[in-house]
């Protein structure tokens, strides 16, 4: 197997090496051209730490992302630099996240070598559980495991930004591109689109990677709406949340199980500062039938009960929400969605 490095060439000679190191441990010239041959970088794939390495997909993506010599980039798991060193000669400034010390000390090198360390800002932390600082756009090799909550935080954060260039694992990508109404739709889709356009840019081989993954990726763009809908946000990811728990069932078998009904009674019994009789099994019992009544109501209301979720359009499943709530139904807790930013594999 021939490594290619960032100028193109190919690493042949290094073949006889690699036989004799672990598949993830290799050396930083090995993985981008430069650096001391001896010194060996163990990669984890629990981080998802995998170098693009394809100098051709390299400036694909930053031509594509239209970067300005004023902007601000964020940039999530920049690992040894090979992307993070192109964005810094585009761009005003780079603000990268990356919690691996040893990566940090690589770039830093590499980006001191290259004389732009002053237009580098590193924070040494999870970027999911730190706030962002104010950036343009965001370009990035991200974090395979981080992908879904990274969406919602980017799309749905309070930081505005002009277009966000990832690259993703192709699976990944193609849910994210699927419309409402396609047979494809997952909560993550529905999500993501009603704020934000996505644009595929180009799929990259798993063999554009160091070390290799086991699958292939693509690079997307997702690029916030002018206009959305007037929708409180937090309410509707609640409701997708429980109408995309399972989408291949009807809305009409999803909304009949005891345990939703009875966890959607005491969300609308709270938004509407009311709570549910007490010390009394008849009216508890009482109260269900006649909520549960009134949730199959709304769904015949509005003809959605032999309907699935990723069949509905995003007219549809607003118009829905909005019955919902105008017959006194509500889907999130006052307080903030202790699941809001997670994304399971059955919901994307």
């Known amino acids: 197997m021939h490594y290619v490095h960032e100028s193109g060439t190919m690493l042949g000679a290094s073949r006889r090496v690699v036989g004799f190191i672990p598949r993830r441990l290799l050396s930083v010239r090995q993985v981008h051209g430069d650096g001391d041959a001896e010194e060996l970088l163990r990669f984890h794939k629990s981080r998802g730490q995998h170098i ?3 100098p051709r997909i390299l400036d694909t993506i930053v031509r594509k992302s239209a970067i300005k010599p004023t902007d601000t980039i964020l940039e999530i798991g920049p690992g040894t630099g090979n992307l993070t060193l192109r964005l810094l000669e585009a761009a005003h400034k780079v603000v990268a ?5 040893r990566m940090v000390q690589v770039l830093e090198k590499r980006v001191l070598q290259r004389g732009f360390i002053n237009k580098l800002r590193v924070i040494e932390r999870d970027a999911m559980k730190a706030p962002f600082p ?14 879904s909550p990274l969406m919602i935080k980017l799309v749905y ?5 002009r277009s966000a260039t990832l690259l993703l694992q192709k699976e990944f990508a193609r849910r994210l591109m699927a419309n409402p ?38 690079v997307v763009i997702i690029r916030p ?5 007037n929708v409180d946000l937090r309410e509707w990811r609640a409701f997708t949340m429980v109408c995309f728990n399972n989408r291949n069932k009807t809305l009409g078998a999803s ?20 709570s549910p ?6 009216q508890d019992e009482g109260e269900f039938t006649s909520f549960k009544e009134k949730i199959i109501g709304v769904l015949r209301t509005g003809e959605f009960e032999d309907k699935r979720p990723s069949k509905l359009s995003f007219e549809e499943l607003l118009h829905l929400l909005s019955l919902f709530n105008q017959s006194g139904i509500y889907f999130g807790h006052r307080e903030q969605l202790k699941r809001e930013d997670k994304f399971d594999a059955d919901d994307e």
């Open 52 to 54: 693009l390495v394809n």
């Open 97 to 101: 996240f990356e919690i691996d010390h």
């Open 134 to 147: 104010r950036f343009d756009l965001v370009v990035a090799n991200i974090p395979y495991q981080i992908s």
């Open 157 to 161: 954060g309070p930081t505005p930004f």
């Open 181 to 218: 109404g396609d047979s494809g739709s997952n909560r993550l889709s529905v999500n993501v689109k009603l704020l934000a356009d996505v644009e595929l840019v180009m799929d990259v081989s798993k063999r554009d990677f160091l070390p290799s993954p086991k699958v292939d990726s693509s």
């Open 225 to 229: 709406k002018p206009q959305v809908p």
């Open 255 to 274: 909304f009949k199980n005891k345990r939703r009904v009875l966890e959607l009674l005491k969300i609308s019994n709270e938004y509407n500062e009311s």
């Open 277 to 282: 009789h007490e010390g009394d099994d008849a």
